[in-house]
């Protein structure tokens, strides 16, 4: 099943078609939690996208804390939000925020991350 139908004629980008289309489905509960999705390249395959379009959309939804990738096992609906996943998403919402209003990238904000994860991890 294909929840997302794109409009060749919209002036909104693809990717946010797809994020849009794919976060009603899951509001609506037409996708239900633990549903697992297409992965990046058969749903780019599919709507005739690059596979980059279709990855950020994911990558959208995975920050607004509504999908998950589990590593090779691909990508579902995520659960129910607890009050810990919502923290985290507001707490990356306002790095994102603010690394943007500082002026650094999306590569190397996210390798900023990785150096503090990576380091927390050595310390344990």
Do not use: C
Not at 61 to 89: D, H, W, Y
Not at 92 to 121: H, P
């Amino acid at each position: 099943m294909n929840p997302v139908v794109l409009d060749a004629s919209s002036s909104v980008p693809p990717f946010e078609q797809v994020r849009a289309q794919l976060a009603d489905a899951i509001g609506a509960g037409t996708l239900s939690p633990e549903a697992r999705l297409p992965t990046v390249r058969a749903l780019a395959d599919q709507l005739g996208l690059a596979i980059n379009t279709v990855a950020r959309s994911y990558r959208q939804l995975e920050m607004a804390g509504l999908i998950e990738t589990r590593g090779r096992n691909g990508t579902f609906v995520a659960g129910r939000m607890t009050a810990q996943r919502k923290a985290a998403v507001t707490a990356a919402r306002n790095y994102v925020r603010r690394t943007q209003e500082l002026g650094f990238g999306a590569a190397e904000s996210l390798a900023i991350v990785r150096r503090e994860i990576e380091s927390s991890d050595s310390e344990s």
